[in-house]
């Protein structure tokens, strides 16, 4: 493997780690906002607290 092609993968595998580091951390701030808090809000907080959900 030449020198130009090994930069190209650590490039390559760089770019993959921070999709999945990122992808996860909007993912989870999606289901947070679009799922959770809405459902929270409408169940009420013992409802919420009884289901385990959360």
Do not use: K, Q, Y
């Amino acid at each position: 493997m030449t020198g130009r092609s090994a930069r190209r993968l650590r490039v390559a595998e760089a770019l993959v780690v921070a999709t999945v580091i990122v992808g996860g951390l909007f993912g989870s701030l999606l289901d947070r906002a679009l799922v959770a808090t809405p459902a929270w809000r409408d169940l009420g907080v013992v409802a919420w607290a009884d289901s385990g959900a959360g």
